[in-house]
């Protein structure tokens, strides 16, 4: 085998390394923005929810006793509308007639709702037994 072909094989499997390390780290930053994301979502929940839905989703915060319908117990009964985060968003963004849910679109940005979607989401999902 040549002095050339020894450095072509050596540039591919450089190259192809280069290209793994690339994907691994794209993977780490995505992964570490969707937990920033959710954090952000735990904190603007906490702020703005979790006095009807309570802290860990349960439907139980300090206002649900004085609430008919009850607020919904993502860890028990899922999501009444939908689980996409589409779906999520369009009931936080729009709220729900005939329930204590207001629209928070006045309130909260478009980003700010898709992070309380997520951080739901992840509610709803930490109840899988």
Not at 30 to 53: F, P, Q, R, V
Not at 74 to 95: A, L, Q
Not at 100 to 128: F, G, H, N, R
């Amino acid at each position: 085998m040549g002095v050339k072909s020894i450095m072509i094989k050596k540039t591919i499997t450089f190259l192809c390394l280069l290209g793994v390390l690339s994907l691994i780290t794209l993977q780490c930053n995505k992964k570490k923005k969707a937990d920033e994301s959710i954090e952000n979502g735990k904190n603007i929940y906490e702020a703005n929810c979790s006095a009807c839905h309570g802290i860990s989703g349960e439907g139980d915060g300090p206002g649900a006793a004085a609430l008919n319908p009850k607020p919904r117990n993502y860890k028990k009964d899922g999501f009444k509308y939908g689980s996409s985060i589409e779906e999520v968003k369009r009931t936080i963004n729009e709220g729900l007639e005939g329930t204590a849910m207001p629209s928070w679109a006045e309130v909260l940005t478009d980003e700010q709702i898709t992070q309380v979607a997520e951080y739901v989401k992840s509610l709803a999902a930490s109840s899988v037994e």
